[in-house]
């Protein structure tokens, strides 16, 4: 039988995350004269690591994920995290020792822009979960009530080195919804995906996609105009929601009556209070400008602008607003707001002072983020930018990490984190470069050499060339 990694085994731990709701709220239930409190996550981590053992990584070529390439170096994995690093270490008893003399390990690749799960493989419309094309505000939805954890597109973007991925909603909408970042890891819901503590985020879009969207029937917004006024709209919709129950709970009155509860506006005030993460579709400067301009009015920060073709115009105001730009390495005119994009973006962005990082937003590109980076590095350098390789590296691993409020966890080889590495067949930004081994937690999840060694999500059992040996 062939070694399949069984959903059936994860646990059931209860990890609170802090989202979407008033720092006083602090989840007591409304009964017997207690204030009326929200429930900080509804829909917790049930997340649980996957038996890892000890593992002693000897001799290799490390690129630590931040900015240093560290040659002839060992890595110790205990308990799912990354026990030790450096050069000479020795196994502990019954320890698996892979030699790695030559060959090249990364941090674990992490995904800031994935629909994987929402628009699920097979590409049909049963599958496509991650728009609410209803009303141009619908920050009350959450990505993860319609990521399938069964899609098959996990288990090749985990072949790819990919550990974390971010889901995010859709671009139709001004407010799209709520996004979760997961571990790429089988289970059967998606709470035992979810990254504990890892904060929630909101896709918000602007440009083309919503005022096409809601223009073509007629609604608003039908222009750029019509899509700041409907931000605006919404963001004092949330000051005043906030001030609202701010009052009510500084009042400590538990005779008062609450205001009426909204989860399109819990989302919103989450935001406000710095808890939940803005992970904005933006492609133009001028739009990206405008949009920070409004996080300055309404007191916000935005985390990340998505596809941002023109970052590279404006690495200034985002380096000032500490917003990094999540791109693609030369995807570009394919409408018109994508015409003025070129393929130096990235290391520009990067050279110029701001942060910048690598996204696929396809379920291809997931599968190739080491050589998309490549590619972007090839360009920046024919043009003269000095960047390193570990520069680079840090464009697929602690960059995207950063930006999902994640890097504590992951995102770089440090003693300390989560054991998410992958040893590559190559140097990682090689177009040969395959990966050889991935781990999440310390855990073996993929085993390029060994079939038996990998994930098969249950959808693809009995599929044809996934036959049981």
Request: with cysteine.
């Amino acid at each position: 039988m062939a070694r399949l990694w069984s959903a059936f085994g994860a646990g059931a731990a209860m990890l609170a995350l802090l989202a979407g709701c008033n720092e006083q709220s602090n989840g007591e239930a409304a009964n017997g004269g207690e204030l009326v409190r929200f429930d900080p996550d509804p829909y917790p981590s049930t997340y649980q690591p996957l038996p890892s053992g000890v593992t002693l990584i000897r001799g290799a070529n490390v690129f630590d994920g931040v900015d240093q390439l560290l040659e002839d170096t060992d890595i110790l994995i205990e308990d799912g995290r990354i026990a030790a690093v450096g050069q000479g270490l020795a196994a502990p008893d019954g320890a698996s020792v892979v030699e790695a003399e030559g060959r090249f390990v990364t941090p674990g690749v992490v995904d800031i822009h994935s629909h994987l799960g929402v628009y699920a493989s097979p590409s049909v419309s049963a599958h496509a979960d991650g728009n609410e094309i209803r009303h141009p505000v619908t920050a009350e939805v959450w990505a993860e009530h319609g990521v399938w954890p069964q899609d098959p597109g996990f288990d090749t973007a985990l072949a790819a080195g990919v550990t974390t991925l971010h889901i995010l909603p859709g671009s139709a909408n001004l407010f799209g919804g709520r996004g979760v970042t997961l571990r790429n890891t089988p289970a059967r819901t998606v709470q035992a995906m979810k990254f504990p503590d890892a904060p929630y985020t909101l896709k918000m879009a602007c440009g083309e996609n919503p005022k096409r969207v809601y223009g073509t029937q007629g609604r608003a917004p039908a222009s750029r105009m019509g899509n700041m006024a409907g931000y605006r709209e919404a963001w004092q919709r949330a000051v005043e929601y906030r001030a609202a129950w701010k009052r009510y709970w500084d009042a400590d009155d538990a005779s008062a009556t609450p205001p009426t509860r909204n989860f399109e506006l819990d989302t919103l005030m989450g935001v406000l209070d710095g808890e939940i993460l803005i992970q904005m579709h933006c492609y133009r400067a001028d739009e990206m400008a405008l949009v920070l301009d409004m996080a300055q009015e309404f007191d916000y920060h935005v985390a990340v602008f998505h596809h941002a073709v023109e970052a590279y115009k404006i690495p200034d105001l985002l380096a000032e607003a500490n917003t990094c730009a999540a791109v693609w390495a030369d995807w570009g005119g394919f409408k018109m707001e994508a015409y003025d994009s070129i393929i130096e973006n990235l290391p520009i962005t990067h050279a110029l002072g701001a942060c910048g990082m690598i996204h696929s937003d396809s379920d291809l590109g997931i599968q190739r983020l080491n050589h998309e980076v490549a590619k972007a590095l090839g360009d920046g350098r024919r043009m003269g930018l000095e960047i390193t390789d570990a520069e680079a590296v840090s464009w697929f691993t602690s960059a995207p990490a950063r930006g999902l409020g994640i890097f504590d966890e992951t995102g770089s080889i440090e003693t300390g984190k989560r054991a998410d590495i992958v040893l590559w067949s190559a140097h990682p930004l090689s177009s040969y470069a395959l990966a050889d081994h991935v781990y999440i937690d310390g855990a073996l999840l993929y085993d390029r050499a060994d079939p038996d060694q990998r994930t098969v999500r249950d959808f693809m059992l009995g599929q044809p060339g996934q036959e049981v040996r």
